[in-house]
């Protein structure tokens, strides 16, 4: 399954890179793709489990990026 979110709160494109490694890093996370440019985030993943993914994700950008927020769109 592919969600989309807007990414908000990002500094720089080398900022957004490393929180894309980042994230890809998570187990069930098939892959993750940040446009630093339209601030948005496309990952895609095991549908079954979303919500686990998404709490996840939320903290990777806490740990990495504290100011960043993000919303499903």
Do not use: H, W
Not at 28 to 52: D, H, L, P, R
């Amino acid at each position: 399954m592919k969600s989309k979110f807007k990414i908000k709160g990002l500094d720089c494109a080398n900022c957004a890179a490393e929180l894309e490694r980042a994230i890809q890093k998570i187990d069930g996370i098939e892959s993750a793709n940040i446009s630093f440019m339209t601030e948005k985030m496309e990952v895609e993943y095991n549908e079954a489990i979303k919500e686990e993914i998404i709490q996840k994700i939320k903290k990777v950008i806490k740990k990495e990026e504290p100011d960043v927020t993000i919303e499903e769109v």
